[in-house]
């Protein structure tokens, strides 16, 4: 199912998420939801937080830009090791329409568990680097806008914010609409 993706600076962004004690359907149909998300809003990784889930499950497509790579879903990520550094301009869901270069490890080892709770090691590089660690930040609260100056970070919150504001009235006419239609109904049925 698609979900609704979390506009920042929504305040349950900035929340740390909780470990998964068990893997079970539950999580699956999470991992599913996200990514249904991911792929309806053409993503490469997403973050239950993303979704309002505080739990530590993200899930990640780099396939079309890394076609060596799978989809994959990781419960309870653990970076391990960090390596070199590189410079990404990085976008993210919950921050539509907005990229900055961000500085991150070239190079990573992951740990974690898979859809099956069974703990798998990866080690990682090019988009898939970059996207583990992004999406692992929002584990954590941290958003990508959080590695960038104050100033850059304040445009783009104002432009958030006005971005949200936009969505809540289109979401409030949606309603009113919808009470008109329903209304003209029962009035049409009598």
Request: net charge negative; hydrophobic share 40%.
């Amino acid at each position: 199912m698609v979900r609704e993706i979390l506009v920042w600076p929504h305040p349950v962004l900035k929340q740390k998420a909780e470990p998964v004690s068990v893997v079970d359907d539950s999580t699956r149909e999470l991992i599913k939801d996200l990514f249904d998300s991911m792929y309806a809003a053409d993503g490469v990784g997403l973050a239950a937080p993303q979704i309002g889930v505080l739990k530590n499950v993200i899930v990640l497509d780099t396939t079309p830009r890394q076609p060596e790579a799978r989809p994959l879903a990781m419960v309870n990520p653990e970076i391990l090791t960090y390596e070199g550094k590189v410079e990404y301009r990085e976008g993210c869901l919950s921050i539509p329409g907005e990229a900055e270069d961000v500085d991150r490890a070239a190079v990573i080892t992951v740990r974690f568990q898979d859809a099956e709770g069974q703990t798998q090691t990866l080690t990682c590089d090019g988009l898939l680097a970059i996207a583990v660690q992004h999406e692992t930040d929002h584990l954590k609260g941290t958003m990508f806008v959080d590695h960038i100056s104050t100033l850059k970070r304040e445009l783009i919150r104002k432009r958030m914010k006005k971005l949200q504001a936009a969505q809540e009235a289109e979401k409030k006419e949606a309603a009113a609409e919808a009470k008109k239609s329903k209304s003209r109904a029962r009035a049409e049925a009598r």
